[in-house]
Each structure stands twice: as C-alpha cells, then as structure tokens.
C-alpha cells in the first residue's frame, strides 16, 4: 500500500560526488535526463567536486548553461568521497535524494526501481551489487573478511555488496545530517540510521572514463576507519588475548616451579626469557597501538573541526 505521502512527483536531489571526473560527466548527464524525466518534473542534479584538478567544473557550469538543473558546489580541496557525500547531503533540500557515483558505474535506469520502492513506502533504497566477478580475489576475500568483522561485533547488519548507490527519504537524509560524528563511514552510517530499506540487486557497469580512486591502501584505511568508528572489537580482542597470554604465562611458570622441585631439573633460563620477552613485547606494542588509533579518533573528533569546506556554490538550480 502505498503510503499517503509519497507522491509520486515528490522533488528529487541527484547527489555525485565528483573527483576528476569531466570526461565522465556528460554522458552521465544525458542518462540523468532521460532516466529521471519520466519520474519526477522536480529533479535536480547537486554535484559536489571533491577538488576536481581536471575539468570537472566547467563542464558542469556549462552543462548548467545549457539548461539542466544543476547546482555546482566546489569544495575546497580534495577531502574524500565520504566528506563529499556528506556535503551533498547536508545542501539537498528535495523531498528525496539520490546518492550515485559520477563515474557511470551506477546505470541511472535501476531509479525507477528506486522510486517504485519509495513510493511503495520504502525509506532507503539501495542497490546491491548481484557479484563482484570483475574484483581481483585479494580485494574480494578482505571485503568478506571486513564485514564479518564488522558485523559480528556489533548489533547491526551492514549488508556486504550494498554501496552508496541509494534512494533516501528525507527522513533519513535528516537523520544522517544530525550524526554528529567526523569519521563518516557512510556504509555504517546507513545502517545504524535503520529505517525501512528495500536491497535491489544491480551490476555495476564498468567505469566509462579514467579508473577508481581507491587503490587498495586507501581500501585497507577506509576499511580500518569503518572498523574503529563502528567497534571496539579490537580493543576487546586485545584485552582478551592479553588474558590468554597471562594464563599461560601463569600456567608455564608453576609447571617450571614444580618440576624443579619434584625432579630437580635445572630451570632453562635464557630461550625462555628471549621468547617471552619479544613475545610480551610485541603484544604489547600491539596493544598500545590499537589503543592509540583510539585515541587518535577522539582527538579527531575533539578538534571539532568542520568535514568539509565550501569554495564556490552556484546556489539551487532554477
Ligand atoms: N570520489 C570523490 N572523492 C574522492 C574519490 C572519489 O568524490 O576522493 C568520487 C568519484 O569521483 C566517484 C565516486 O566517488 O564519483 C566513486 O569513486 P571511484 O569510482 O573512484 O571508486 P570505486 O567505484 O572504485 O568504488
Ligand atoms: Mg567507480
């Protein structure tokens, strides 16, 4: 049953986040117009340039020029795609927005579906990719291997192929707007938001321009990053494996007692104290690292410093 107040000519904001992405802009444009025409007359395009050092913004400004609804905010340099987000969702205004990639790998054609489902009632709707065939099995085994992590440790479920291509109500778009936290792991973001959700399954097309942005180094920081913000499993894992190690230290140390006094056997110093030692060490080292990435999160969330800065708005589309 439909719900009394989605109707179906409901204002639309068409978030991208951008990053030197001017060779991809225009046929994604086009597929925009045609896919979002039929849905709505209120749709807009917000295109958010993560400090583009291509032509990204006269490309957009021009594609302004000739009519399509687009607003055009720079930020001032480059500050991720979460913060770009971010930004995008805290200047849409529309009764709906829609969070896509600018790279073409997010056919527009699946926001039917979307919109079908938010009329439907649907608060979310969010495309899942139906396989990952085109990723190496390096980068596929960390992907599952982050999720179980993640997902085992707390009391939501971050469904694993579900990305950032969604359709949010303004509800949810509000209530992702009053997180007050700095470490925006979007992914997570969504889900502890809740609201009703509906998964479509899609297949990324393949980029149409240029290549990702995420090498694996920057997967492997946004993957510690989610872990940290959503977690202290590893706080608690090293707690816990601090206690093992104690025990068996404590365990090791009476069966060299007893030994010595039941047969006398001369106690084996120096191996024993090396071992223990680097291996004490070296968990302890761990321990304090862990400790101090926490540590570092709170710092960055102390500083209160803004997620992003605006360098050039166009102001809403007419
Ligand atoms: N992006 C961004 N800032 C960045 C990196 C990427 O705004 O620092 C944008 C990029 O322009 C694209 C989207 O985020 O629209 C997804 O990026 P990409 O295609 O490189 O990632 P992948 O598809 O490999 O996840
Ligand atoms: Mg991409």
Known sequence: ???????????LDVVLPAFNEAANLPGLFAQLRQALAPLTPHWRVLLVDDGSTDDTGAVALAARDAGLPLRYVRLSRNFGKEAALTAGLALADADRVLLMDADG??????VTQMHEAWLRGADMACAVRANRDEEGPLKRWGTRLFYRLVNASTRLTIPPDAGDFRLLDRRVVQALNALPERNRFMKGLYAWVGYRTEFLPYTPRPRAHGRSHFSLPR?????????????NLPLRMSSLLGAVVACCALAYGVFLVVEHLLYGHPIPGWPTVVVGMMFFSGVQLLSIGLLGEYVGRIFDEVKQRPLYLVAQDTGPAS
């Open 1 to 11: 049953m439909p719900a009394i107040d989605r109707l179906p000519e409901a204002s």
């Open 219 to 231: 997967l492997l920081n946004l993957a510690f990053n989610g872990v940290t913000a959503f977690t």
């Open 105 to 110: 790998q997010h056919a527009p054609e699946l």
